[in-house]
């Protein structure tokens, strides 16, 4: 992979971390900004904890998202990022640049996505 190629990936991912950062963070805000004396009906309760819920789900969503992104900046450190973790060889940088956590190439990922079917 050519440096600016590698260049161009470190980029967008930073800039995906950063914004995982802030959905997280706008999500936490959106919890502790609940508050049960706020909702008297049962109907007022269910939509709290639904919306509590689904707070949870985009954080766990980004928690996911955000280790990814770290593990694919600290194979750039190590020199490694780009490589097929199944069968070693290059992933695309078209693939990497729509999306830079790819661990796979193409072939390995469309068979691990028939074996998981």
């Given at each position: 992979?050519?440096?600016?190629?590698l260049a161009q990936?470190?980029?967008?991912?930073?800039?995906?971390?950063e914004e995982a950062l802030r959905?997280?963070?706008r999500a936490l805000?959106?919890?502790l900004d609940v508050n049960r004396d706020d909702s008297p009906d049962e109907l007022d309760i269910a939509s709290t904890e639904?919306?509590?819920?689904f707070a949870g789900q985009i954080r766990e969503r980004e928690q996911r998202l955000l280790l990814k992104i770290d593990h694919s900046l600290e194979k750039i450190e190590m020199g490694t990022y780009g490589e097929c973790?199944?069968?070693?060889?290059?992933i695309g940088f078209a693939r990497l640049k729509a999306r830079p956590v790819a661990s796979l190439c193409i072939d390995c990922k469309?068979?691990?996505?028939?074996?998981e079917r």
């Open positions: 992979m050519k440096t600016s190629e990936c470190r980029k967008i991912l930073v800039a995906q971390q959905h997280t963070r805000e959106g919890e639904s919306s509590l819920s973790e199944e069968c070693g060889e290059e469309a068979d691990q996505e028939r074996l």
